[in-house]
């Protein structure tokens, strides 16, 4: 079955940086885009990167455009984010998805906290 396993999330200073990574199984992994998406207190959730697979294109919500970084590692099923300048409004809950056969799959999130 879909397993993904986010990891790197935690407290950081307002200009920070943060790594997150999301170890990926049950699928090939390399065939299917990859997708940040975050979820602050009392805000729905929404999309904040993306990277395809193949050549790796990406798309960025404007709000972290020229900031967060998406990556990704086929030979070890894990996709990245790389956050910088990291300001108070990224606080959030960050979790890795895919679609796959019509179905989206989420791992269990985790918390980036940006504080001054």
């Known amino acids: 079955q879909v397993q993904l396993v986010e990891s790197g999330g935690g407290l950081v200073q307002v200009g920070g940086s943060l790594r997150l990574s999301c170890a990926a199984s049950?699928?090939?992994?390399?065939?299917?885009?990859m997708n940040w998406y975050r979820q602050a207190p009392g805000k729905e959730r929404g999309l904040v990167a993306s990277?395809?697979?193949?050549?790796?294109?990406?798309y960025y919500a404007d709000s972290v455009k020229g900031r967060f970084t998406a990556s990704r590692d086929n030979a070890k099923n894990t996709v990245f984010l790389q956050m910088n300048s990291l300001k108070f409004e990224d606080t959030a809950v960050y979790y890795c998805?895919?679609?796959?056969?019509?179905?989206?799959?989420w791992g269990q999130g985790t918390q980036v906290t940006v504080s001054s």
């Open positions: 998805n895919v679609h796959r056969g019509g179905l989206g799959y």
């Open positions: 049950g699928f090939i992994f390399s065939s299917y885009a």
């Open positions: 990277i395809s697979s193949g050549y790796g294109s990406t």
